[in-house]
């Protein structure tokens, strides 16, 4: 248990935003504010000076923006960082994306200008300092680009999915993302479908970038569409995402149902759809992050026959999930995340060995 405050420095090139943070952070008793940094040389100073346990830290800053300073810190001096934007999607996605994939262990909207959203961006930076201090940065290694799969240049036709390997993630999965896909086969005889916990706007930005650096295709679900071999379906940010079967195969099911543990969408109303409709044909696979999303949800797959991984302690940025999943589901293996691809192609290669071959459909 901490007997202080943990203390945070807070980087922004708005002196509005940096002194709303503050006000912020001084009125909990669980944080203080070791010092600002209006740019991104004074914040790396303030770094090494300051020591501070968390950092808050702007993307969009000049000269130096907030990932070049990120990766800088993560590089020489880890500890555990929050990304603000003040944009959604497009190049800030872009921006989030990249800072997650470095080690940034969370992002928060900044408040409208307008202020309307001042205490939701306060609760949100509040629970996201709080998540910081169990993340475990320091330990894990460098990833300065992450690999990229080869993707074969002729397309084959579509083949209908009759294995569904599922994953669950939140704060630190886009970075155990980005070395899982792109280690994973054109050839996967499977569907992928990912849940990962982002808000609209920016599930986009993560398929885009996976796509770009994976030889499975990945796109954000659309609600409706079949499960095709070799293509990887993210669950979009706002909305639940379950798996439908009709005669062994599988379509994307999209909707509005409340949160699950405060998510949407949540891994467990995929896991659930999965045990019912594939049972034996699924792998569950739950990766870092905080709570215990995942673990009921893999519980009920194991128990219609599903093979089960999770990501270990030491290469989980934060091993909520993965440790609620252990006590609550069990598994069949425990693997760091850049083992975990190699062993998921293995399993569906072990499937698809002893089930008969799908018809091809029409391109």
């Not at 509005?16 to 952070?25: A, G």
């Not at 084959?156 to 280690?183: D, F, H, K, N, W």
Request: glycine share 10%.
């Amino acid at each position: 248990m901490r007997s202080e405050a943990a203390s945070v420095l807070v980087v922004d090139d708005s002196a509005t935003v940096r002194q709303v943070v503050c006000d912020l952070i001084a009125g909990t008793g669980d944080f203080r504010v070791a010092g600002t940094a209006s740019d991104g040389l004074e914040a790396i100073r303030k770094v090494h000076a300051l020591d501070p346990d968390v950092v808050t830290l702007d993307i969009q800053m000049p000269e130096l923006d907030g990932v070049q300073v990120l990766g800088y810190i993560m590089s020489e001096t880890p500890r555990p960082v929050i990304m603000l934007s003040a944009l959604d999607g497009g190049v800030a996605g872009e921006q989030t994306m990249r800072a997650l994939e470095l080690g940034a262990v969370d992002f928060v909207h900044k408040p409208h200008a307008d202020g309307a959203d001042a205490r939701g961006f306060g609760d949100r930076l509040l629970a996201a300092l709080r998540g910081a201090l169990a993340a475990n940065v320091g330990a894990l290694p460098a990833l300065a680009r992450p690999p990229r799969g080869k993707r074969p240049s002729s397309r084959p036709a579509p083949v209908p999915a009759r294995y569904v390997v599922a994953m669950a993630a939140s704060t630190g999965g886009p970075r155990a993302l980005a070395e899982i896909l792109p280690a994973l086969p054109a050839e996967l005889a499977a569907a992928v479908v990912i849940v990962q916990h982002l808000p609209s706007g920016f599930t986009s930005s993560l398929a885009q970038r996976l796509d770009r650096l994976s030889a499975v295709r990945v796109a954000e679900a659309v609600d409706g569409e079949p499960l095709l071999e070799g293509r990887a379906y993210v669950a979009p940010g706002g909305r639940h995402i379950s798996i439908r079967a009709e005669n062994g195969r599988g379509f994307v099911r999209l909707s509005d149902e409340a949160p699950l543990w405060g998510m949407k969408p949540a891994a467990d109303v995929l896991f659930q759809s999965l045990a019912r409709a594939f049972g034996p044909r699924a792998v569950g696979v739950v990766l870092t992050g905080m709570g215990q999303d995942g673990a009921e949800g893999l519980r009920a797959m194991r128990s219609a026959g599903a093979f089960a991984i999770v990501q270990d302690r030491a290469s989980s940025a934060v091993y909520g999930m993965p440790h609620m999943a252990l006590r609550i589901a069990g598994a069949d293996m425990e693997l760091a995340a850049g083992a975990i691809a190699a062993a998921v192609a293995e399993r569906v290669a072990a499937l698809a060995s002893v089930t008969v071959a799908v018809p091809r459909l029409s391109s």
